[in-house]
């Protein structure tokens, strides 16, 4: 158990929807990370946000966005939804200091009908 | 564009084999190269490298980098079952982002 916690576990949706994905991070950690995994992309770097604020960005779609709250709690909200986004979506955190380890969430699994 | 690529993609062995895992890599700014393995569910880390020629050791997994020649490489010795993963090589580079490569999927049979 890595302490980075994620809900839902999974969730089914339908093209053109709307959907949340929420991630804590461990204690202490500033940094909070998004993946994406898929089956022909492996993982993608999406965003990072570090104590409130995006720090870096990767491939992240427009219709995607995400945001991390005073508590350090992280939303990715993913809007108009297409079958392909169906995907794993990892959160990770941080101390956020440089070359600090990343720790991974179980994942949300998101599977677009 | 930052590049990250695994060797071999995929590999089967019998157990108490002795296991090279490798990945290379071409990224602007690099931090340090981390490994983690994958058993169909969140990527759990194993070791970070920073410098060269310095090598992490955990039981049976070592890891070194050469930061000349842009490469680490992962050995497993005397592999056990539990081992089978899919085993991910990921850059760290300014902005604290991670470049994963594809992974190397890692099959030990009894």
């Known amino acids: 158990d890595s302490g980075v916690t994620q809900t839902p576990k999974h969730l089914i949706t339908a093209t053109g929807q709307r959907v949340t994905l929420r991630c804590s991070p461990r204690s202490g950690d500033l940094s909070v990370y998004w993946y994406q995994q898929s089956l022909d992309q492996g993982l993608q770097f999406l965003i990072q946000?570090?104590?409130?604020?995006?720090?870096a960005k990767g491939n992240i779609l427009e219709r995607f966005s995400a945001q991390q709250f005073p508590d350090l709690h992280s939303e990715l909200n993913l809007s108009s939804l297409e079958l392909g986004d169906s995907a794993l979506y990892f959160c990770?955190?941080?101390?956020?200091?440089?070359?600090?380890?990343?720790?991974f969430g179980p994942g949300t699994r998101l599977t677009v009908l | 564009e930052d590049k990250v690529v695994q060797s071999p993609l995929s590999l089967v062995v019998h157990e108490g084999d002795t296991v090279t895992l490798n990945c290379s890599y071409e990224?602007?700014?690099?931090?340090?190269l981390l490994w983690y393995k994958q058993e169909k569910k969140a990527p759990t880390f194993l070791f970070m490298l920073?410098?060269?020629?310095i090598e992490k050791k955990s039981g049976r997994l070592s890891s070194i980098l050469d930061k000349k020649e842009l490469f680490s490489i992962l050995n497993i010795t005397a592999t056990q079952t539990g081992d089978s993963a899919v085993y991910l090589c990921?850059?760290?580079?300014?902005?604290?982002?991670?470049?994963f490569g594809e992974g190397t999927q890692l099959t030990v049979n009894p």
């Open positions: 990921a850059v760290e580079t300014s902005g604290s982002r991670l470049t």
């Open positions: 946000y570090y104590n409130g604020e995006e720090r």
């Open positions: 920073t410098s060269s020629g």
């Open positions: 990770a955190s941080s101390g956020g200091t440089i070359a600090d380890t990343q720790y």
């Open positions: 990224v602007t700014n690099f931090r340090s």
